[in-house]
């Protein structure tokens, strides 16, 4: 299945003496190699990723299969109960688009939030300090999230760190953990230092050189900004863009625990599918592939439009 | 993010000004934290004197002690094995071709992308279709694949800027490909190999959704004790928690980003 480029001479074989056995030999000794660098990591995953979301795509198509029960025949089902009505209201319809709106709502505060922070630390800072300034901003994102949106809870419930702060100025005390606000909150909390890492690669290969060109033909700082940063960003820009969106789309600590009862999505959903009372996998199935859609097709377009080198993060 | 705006001319910038504000956005809540797990008083809203109580309580907290356990031990035990896995098949593509070598490499990245809940689900269902029982090392299984992917992208990285002659050179004087890959190849991706079970390390440590469905009744890790406590409240002892950890990942995660931000250099310099 390998073809190797360059590999070592075979000891003992030689062009003028092959023969069918020789060559067959040659062949599978080419074939060790390969096999023992790609093989195990290969079958590791494909049995542990690729089998078990084929899995997932045919219980998908069992309506209503739950564990213990025997399986029914395939169909839609799991597909069409996205558009149940529940008293009136499409309520999984709500779950996604909630999902949805969270996700581009976070990514539109990550982008204006995070635009300015990675164009100072590329661009603005003293070149010897960018890499520090870079890596203490997105140290936070490698600790873990469930740590950092639970220190959201203590900031925002009702005797909280914020509400303390609001009444030293003698202001109304607000109501937002177990809100889609603090849901908005913690995602954007969440991703920024993402956002920042991905415009910073991009921003940081800008070719000041047309800035000097543009500004030396006449152009204001801000022309400058419109009419070559940003053009030349907008590839990182793009990929920033997607990159934040599907990882707020697959969340599920952060509605969880800062969201409360009204900020259902997707993936809690989910959760609640597998791991909850109603044990529907059928349908729990159903909505994880949709959700592995939402970011297939937003890898597609990362893939059309965005900044590749920008996905080695 | 724009220009057009008067205070461009001086100095600090409003970029500047805003940078600070982020920096202490992204830090704050952690500040929060280390503030109330030195609180007395067990209510987090007021101050009642410095303490060190809440420490001595997550310390003698046996729960929590034995899921940090099994947390290190899946952790551990997950990296070792995607370390060998991850470095090999990070040699392997870049020095194959081979049909279907893209579909390889999809599969390889798949784990970065695919939402956990979605990875997490379908091992579930995985093992519960082959009746295997759940356990430490269902975890462990399950935890090798994004281990894998981490480690082995890393690896990738480093492997685009490197000398390839070094380990020719090597075969062109009589060494075996195992020599050359051990004595030559492997020094070289050191700091990648390092760096990248460094990172692999704490996204294992930190991990919830894919621990939680593929633990067995016997097996807690630590962000499943933390999750099904934090639910029900907020609780003095986990902010002491939370500081130590969220200390620790940082730690390993700045070594790591060190340790290969130094490898790079060492490469440039050659």
């Known amino acids: 299945m390998a073809t190797s480029a360059p590999l070592p001479p075979v000891p003992g074989a030689h062009p003028s003496t092959d023969t069918v056995a020789a060559k067959l030999k040659r062949k599978l000794v080419s074939l060790v190699q390969p096999t023992v660098l790609l093989g195990p990591a290969g079958i590791w995953l494909f049995l542990l990723l690729v089998v078990p979301t084929l899995m997932i795509l045919e219980l998908s198509l069992i309506p209503g299969f739950r564990p213990g029960e025997p399986a029914g025949a395939y169909g839609l089902g799991n597909y069409t109960k996205i558009f149940e009505l529940i008293d009136g209201q499409p309520i999984y319809l709500w779950v996604i688009a909630r999902s949805v709106l969270f996700s581009v709502g976070s990514m539109l505060i990550c982008l204006f939030l995070g635009f300015p922070v990675a164009y100072w630390i590329a661009i603005m800072a003293p070149k010897r300090w960018q890499n520090l300034l870079l890596v203490s901003f997105v140290l936070p994102l490698w600790t873990s999230s469930l740590l950092r949106s639970y220190a959201w809870i203590t900031i925002l419930r009702p005797t909280g760190v914020l509400n303390s702060l609001l009444g030293v100025f003698n202001l109304p005390p607000v109501d937002i953990l177990n809100t889609q606000t603090a849901v908005m909150i913690g995602l954007a909390y969440n991703y920024l230092p993402y956002m920042v890492l991905i415009l910073y690669s991009s921003l940081e290969k800008l070719d000041r050189r047309l800035l000097e060109a543009a500004s030396d033909l006449g152009a204001t700082p801000q022309q400058g900004f419109w009419k070559v940063t940003v053009p030349q960003t907008l590839p990182g820009i793009a990929a920033g863009c997607l990159l934040v969106f599907i990882t707020n789309l697959g969340d599920f600590v952060v509605p969880e625990l800062l969201g409360g009862a009204s900020s259902m999505t997707m993936a809690r959903l989910v959760y609640n599918q597998f791991l909850g009372a109603t044990r529907n996998w059928g349908f729990g199935s159903g909505l994880s592939m949709l959700l592995i859609l939402g970011v297939s097709i937003a890898i597609a377009l990362l893939l059309k439009y965005g900044d590749q080198k920008a996905e080695d993060f | ?270």
């Open chain 2, 1 to 270: 993010m724009t220009l057009p705006h008067p205070l461009v001319k001086f100095r600090p910038s409003w970029q500047l000004i805003l940078t600070l504000l982020m920096f202490v956005f992204m830090y704050l809540p952690v500040l929060v934290l280390a503030f109330f797990s030195f609180n007395a008083s067990p209510f987090s809203a007021g101050w009642g004197g410095f303490s060190l109580k809440w420490y001595a309580k997550m310390i003698s907290d046996g729960r929590m002690l034995s899921a940090l356990q099994d947390s290190l031990l899946v952790a551990f035990l997950a990296v070792m094995i995607s370390a060998v896995l991850g470095t090999l098949m990070a040699v392997g593509l870049a020095r194959y071709k081979f049909p279907g070598k893209g579909l390889y490499q999809g599969m390889s990245y798949l784990p970065l992308i695919i939402p956990d809940i979605a990875i997490a689900v379908a091992t579930l269902v995985f093992l519960a279709s082959l009746a295997i029982p759940l356990s430490l090392w269902t975890v462990v299984a399950a935890h090798v694949v994004f281990c894998i992917s981490y480690i082995a992208l890393v690896i990738s990285t480093r492997l685009t800027g490197l000398n390839q002659h070094l380990e020719e050179a090597a075969l062109d004087l009589g060494a075996t490909p195992q020599q050359a890959f051990i004595k030559v190849l492997l020094p070289q991706l050191m700091p990648a190999i390092i760096s990248g079970c460094l990172l692999s390390f704490v996204l294992s440590m930190d991990d919830l959704l894919i621990s939680n469905f593929t633990a067995g009744g016997g097996t807690t890790t630590l962000p499943m004790e933390i999750f099904s406590r934090v639910r029900t409240g907020v609780k003095p002892d986990i902010n002491a928690l939370s500081v130590v950890l969220i200390l620790g990942s940082g730690i390993l995660a700045f070594a790591a980003e060190y340790i290969r931000f130094k490898g790079d250099q060492q490469q440039l310099g050659k």
